[in-house]
């Protein structure tokens, strides 16, 4: 596989109930670099993260709303996007930072982007107010096979 990159893309409906679906898919498509059970749980979670926002911040839980995922494998390392074309981000700046939320009421603890930058080697932000927002996110993966070599 080395030299050459692997893709998947999914889209689907803003549903709440596309979340476990979104994780699961990931999940397999990774698991062709054998990832360990923590790096497996890092990757779901940060799905998980990243396709709630993009349903209850980018689409106000409209579930008219498409999200995309894709993900590549090159080497042993995994890029991820999350994208949607909803409001987008004001201040991203402000948004990145722990705690935040813009809705404190909705009992959200503004630790999402705190966990994906956390739990990836690379994140990062691209948004535009009225036209959407997109995720990326790098991590390598730590092959268990070279853990026994
Ligand atoms: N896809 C998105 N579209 C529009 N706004 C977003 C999007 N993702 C994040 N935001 C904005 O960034 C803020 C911070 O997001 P973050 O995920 O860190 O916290 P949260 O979603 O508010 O709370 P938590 O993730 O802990 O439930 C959100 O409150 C929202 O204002
Ligand atoms: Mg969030």
Known sequence: ?????????????????????????????????????EELTDLKTVISEAVTN??????DNN???IVTITAEIEGDQ?????????????????????????????ERSGMGFTIMENFMDEFEVTTELGAGTTIRMKKRIESKKALYN
Do not use: C, W
Request: charged letters at 20%; proline letters at 5%.
């Open 1 to 37: 596989m080395s030299g050459h990159s692997n893709k998947m893309s999914l889209e689907f409906s803003s549903r709440s109930e596309n979340e476990a679906f979104a994780r699961v898919a990931v999940a397999a498509f990774v698991a062709q670099l054998d990832p360990t059970l």
């Open 54 to 59: 993009s349903i209850i911040h980018g689409y």
């Open 63 to 65: 579930p008219e709303g």
């Open 78 to 106: 995994i890029m991820l996007t999350v994208s949607d074309r909803g409001h987008g981000i004001e201040d991203v700046e402000l948004a990145r930072q722990p705690l935040f939320t813009s809705k404190p009421d909705m």
